[in-house]
Nanobody, 116 residues
């Protein structure tokens, strides 16, 4: 399984950015797809999750500002990030978990920098 994350970049505070995670396999096969992030000097933390039926979950720090959604026909999961803050600066990673074979897959990460 390959996950390719892209869409990162430099953005000003208050602006928006959308990340994409394209999977090499049908995303409906995964029990959970998620976005994580890791800021310099910090541990990787969970940002948002989505299940095959569209159920979502968010870290408190991004609730109300970030939206995770999926396009099954494109095997892609997105993370729409609005009202970005400097503390959102991090490398963002896409993750997919599949329980039947204990699959836990990671994308390569994409850097988001929020700065004026």
């Amino acid at each position: 399984v390959q996950l390719q994350a892209f869409g990162g970049g430099l953005v000003q505070p208050g602006k928006s950015l959308t990340l994409s995670c394209a999977a090499s396999e049908t995303i409906s096969e995964f029990d959970i797809m998620a976005w994580y992030r890791q800021a310099p000097g910090n541990q990787r933390m969970l940002v948002a999750t989505i299940t095959p039926n569209g159920g979502t979950g968010y870290a408190d720090s991004v609730k109300g500002r970030f939206t995770i959604y999926r396009e099954n026909t494109k095997n892609t999961v997105y993370l729409q990030m609005d009202s970005l803050k400097p503390e959102d600066t991090a490398v963002y990673y896409c993750n997919a978990m599949r329980y039947r074979d204990n699959g836990n897959y990671w994308g390569q990460g994409t850097l988001v920098t929020v700065s004026s």
